[in-house]
Each structure stands twice: as structure tokens, then as C-alpha cells.
């Protein structure tokens, strides 16, 4: 990627009495991507996020965002940032429209081209001009991301959005968050402890783990210099499980499981395994790849029985 990324974490350490919170975390987030940062609670993602916006000082490494150091150069990096940590600030008794303008009035940049723009990319057009008290949660947030992508943000950053949210809620959230990133090349970083919802929503997730990141990979595309190497457990349905057993006499460790023979290979292994089966005479009916999910890779790393 040539990108300069929008947000570029070197080494971020953070020292809360003796206790070490967070430990060298580095990762980078390009413009237009939906970064996810993955942890069970008490991992740190929040303690990282509020260093990331400026709540909380580090005790080393740095941040810069869209190359302005957090450190040196404040007022530059955090223009650059939409973010919603807390609960956002809305009043309940204005309208959700009430509470965009007011906000606008507060940067004059801001026109009401852009509100219309930010209602529609969120969404809440047929719902912006009722009260904020009638709105649903996922109502509130959306105006919440409308409100912090007002100002142009080159990212944006959202702190377990998707708590409280209701499946329909997370998908809505999903799709405007994907949009904002598409459309207007935002940077997108949410946190969560779920990984399920991290997966429908994220281009790349960070799985950080008392305090430091432990992997950090993509869930977009297919990297297929890594898929031809990855180890599966494959699954041959054969007229003669039995036979074919015999044929590979253990390679691969090969072993029957409810009628079919599975096997633990690479992708030419499959390929060589199924090519051996023919040739000894053995019908090969169907090859199935039972891929890992993130969340058994996960466990497998991390050794933990959950990640929430
Ligand atoms: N001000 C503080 N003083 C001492 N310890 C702290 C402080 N803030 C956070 N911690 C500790 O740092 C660790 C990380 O906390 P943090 O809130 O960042 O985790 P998290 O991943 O966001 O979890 P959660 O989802 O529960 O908020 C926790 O063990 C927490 O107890």
C-alpha cells in the first residue's frame, strides 16, 4: 500500500503506576479502510483510543495523525478526528437537525450543504427533524457519527459502537460506517470484544491481548500466497473411506470422521492426495474445505476459551 496511512501508531506504551497498561502497540490505519481493534475487556482498547484522541497522554512511543504528531503537534492531528467515546452529547428535547446546526454553528467551515450530506449518509433523512428523546439507540449513535463527520474528518473513531445495539442496528451501522469509508475515504477505527460483529464490519482487525497487540490481519479478500500455504482440515467423500485410509497410511494425518476421510493439508497437498485416490481406483465424490473461522484461529493463539 503507498497511502500515506491516516492514523500511525509507533510503539505506544502507557504506564499507570507500575503497572504496564499498554505495551509497544504499532499499527496503521489507511484512508478508506474499517479497522477493527479486537480485545477482551480490560485488554486496553479504550485506554488506546483515548491516547489516540487526546484524552489521556502516553508515557512513550507516538501517534500521528495524517502525519501530525499527537505529542508535538495537537491542534493539527485532532482536527483531523471525529470521535465518539463517551456517550455522545445530544439534546434530547431538539431535534436531531436542531443538534447538527447547533454543532455547525460552532465551525463556520461547516455548511448546510454538508448537513444535508452527513444526514444522508447516515441515514436519518425521514427522522431529523424529530425530537432526539424519540430516537432509538442506534438513532442517537447514527446522529452521533453524523455530528463527528460534520468537519471532514480523515478519521474517524468509535469506541465499542456497537454495544446495546440490536443484529438490524449492527447492520445498519455496518453499512453507513463501509459508505463513510468509500465515499469520502474516511479511516474508520472501531473497538469491540465481539469478534463475530468485528468480522461483518471490518477490512482489518488488531487483536490486542493484556496490553499488546498479538496479530493483526486482514478479513477482505483472499491473500492466496498465504491461502496455498495455510493448513486445512479437508474432507474427502470417497466410495471407499476405508481403502483410501490404507492408501495414504497416515500422511497428512489422515483419519475417518463420520464416513468421510479428513485429512490436514496444504492446497497442493489436497491436490496430490486426491490425484493418489484416483489413481488407486478410488471414486472421489466431493472435497470440502472446512476452514477456520477467525474466532478458532484465535482461540488457537491466544490459548484463552473466550475472547469476550
Ligand atoms: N486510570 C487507570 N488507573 C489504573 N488502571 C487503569 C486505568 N485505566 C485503565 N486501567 C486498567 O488498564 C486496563 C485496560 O483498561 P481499558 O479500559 O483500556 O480496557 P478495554 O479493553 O477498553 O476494556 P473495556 O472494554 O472493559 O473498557 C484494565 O486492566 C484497567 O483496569
Same mark, same amino acid.
Given at each position: 500500500?503507498?497511502?500515506?496511512?491516516?492514523?500511525?501508531?509507533?510503539?505506544?506504551?502507557?504506564?499507570?503506576?507500575?503497572?504496564?497498561?499498554?505495551?509497544?502497540?504499532?499499527?496503521?490505519?489507511?484512508?478508506?479502510?474499517?479497522?477493527?481493534?479486537?480485545?477482551?475487556?480490560?485488554?486496553?482498547?479504550?485506554? &488506546?483510543?483515548?491516547?489516540?484522541?487526546?484524552?489521556?497522554?502516553?508515557?512513550?512511543?507516538?501517534?500521528?495523525?495524517?502525519?501530525?504528531?499527537?505529542?508535538?503537534?495537537?491542534?493539527?492531528?485532532?482536527?483531523?478526528?471525529?470521535?465518539?467515546?463517551?456517550?455522545?452529547?445530544?439534546?434530547?428535547?431538539?431535534?436531531?437537525?436542531?443538534?447538527?446546526?447547533?454543532?455547525?454553528?460552532?465551525?463556520?467551515?461547516?455548511?448546510?450543504?454538508?448537513?444535508?450530506?452527513?444526514?444522508?449518509?447516515?441515514?436519518?433523512?425521514?427522522?431529523?427533524?424529530?425530537?432526539?428523546?424519540?430516537?432509538?439507540?442506534?438513532?442517537?449513535?447514527?446522529?452521533? +457519527?453524523?455530528?463527528? +463527520?460534520?468537519?471532514?474528518?480523515?478519521?474517524?473513531?468509535?469506541?465499542?459502537?456497537?454495544?446495546?445495539?440490536?443484529?438490524?442496528?449492527?447492520?445498519?451501522?455496518?453499512?453507513?460506517?463501509?459508505?463513510?469509508?468509500?465515499? =469520502?475515504? +474516511?479511516?474508520?477505527?472501531?473497538?469491540?470484544?465481539?469478534?463475530?460483529?468485528?468480522?461483518?464490519?471490518?477490512?482489518?482487525?488488531?487483536?490486542?491481548?493484556?496490553?499488546?497487540?498479538?496479530?493483526?490481519?486482514?478479513?477482505?479478500?483472499?491473500?492466496?500466497?498465504?491461502?496455498?500455504? &495455510? =493448513?486445512?482440515?479437508?474432507?474427502?467423500?470417497?466410495?471407499?473411506?476405508?481403502?483410501?485410509?490404507?492408501?495414504?497410511?497416515?500422511?497428512?494425518?489422515?483419519?475417518?470422521?463420520?464416513?468421510?476421510?479428513?485429512?490436514?493439508?496444504?492446497? !497442493?497437498?489436497?491436490?496430490?492426495?486426491?490425484?493418489?485416490?484416483?489413481?488407486?481406483?478410488?471414486?472421489?465424490?466431493?472435497?470440502?474445505?472446512?476452514?477456520? !473461522?477467525?474466532?478458532?484461529?484465535?482461540?488457537?493463539?491466544?490459548?484463552?476459551?473466550?475472547?469476550?
Amino acid at each position: 500500500m503507498s497511502q500515506a496511512p491516516v492514523v500511525r501508531l509507533q510503539d505506544v506504551t502507557k504506564v499507570i503506576g507500575k503497572r504496564t497498561i499498554i505495551d509497544r502497540v504499532s499499527f496503521e490505519v489507511q484512508p478508506g479502510e474499517v479497522f477493527g481493534f479486537l480485545g477482551p475487556n480490560g485488554s486496553g482498547k479504550t485506554t &488506546t483510543i483515548r491516547m489516540i484522541v487526546g484524552l489521556m497522554g502516553m508515557t512513550s512511543g507516538d501517534i500521528q495523525i495524517a502525519g501530525h504528531s499527537v505529542k508535538s503537534d495537537f491542534p493539527k492531528a485532532i482536527i483531523q478526528v471525529g470521535a465518539i467515546v463517551e456517550n455522545p452529547e445530544m439534546y434530547k428535547f431538539l431535534t436531531g437537525y436542531q443538534n447538527l446546526l447547533h454543532y455547525a454553528r460552532m465551525n463556520p467551515s461547516i455548511t448546510e450543504q454538508r448537513i444535508q450530506e452527513v444526514i444522508k449518509l447516515v441515514g436519518l433523512e425521514g427522522r431529523i427533524h424529530d425530537k432526539v428523546k424519540k430516537y432509538s439507540l442506534g438513532m442517537r449513535q447514527r446522529l452521533g +457519527v453524523a455530528q463527528a +463527520v460534520m468537519h471532514r474528518p480523515k478519521l474517524l473513531v468509535l469506541d465499542e459502537p456497537t454495544n446495546g445495539l440490536d443484529p438490524a442496528g449492527i447492520r445498519e451501522l455496518r453499512d453507513y460506517l463501509r459508505k463513510l469509508a468509500q465515499d =469520502e475515504g +474516511v479511516a474508520v477505527l472501531v473497538s469491540s470484544h465481539l469478534l463475530s460483529e468485528m468480522e461483518l464490519m471490518c477490512d482489518r482487525v488488531a487483536i490486542l491481548q493484556k496490553g499488546q497487540i498479538i496479530d493483526v490481519r486482514s478479513l477482505r479478500g483472499t491473500d492466496d500466497v498465504q491461502d496455498a500455504q &495455510t =493448513e486445512n482440515e479437508v474432507l474427502f467423500e470417497l466410495d471407499h473411506p476405508d481403502a483410501a485410509l490404507g492408501i495414504l497410511e497416515g500422511s497428512y494425518g489422515a483419519r475417518l470422521s463420520e464416513g468421510l476421510l479428513s485429512i490436514t493439508a496444504d492446497r !497442493s497437498s489436497v491436490a496430490a492426495t486426491n490425484r493418489r485416490l484416483v489413481e488407486a481406483g478410488i471414486n472421489v465424490y466431493g472435497i470440502r474445505v472446512k476452514t477456520k !473461522s477467525l474466532e478458532d484461529q484465535f482461540l488457537e493463539m491466544t490459548g484463552s476459551d473466550t475472547i469476550g
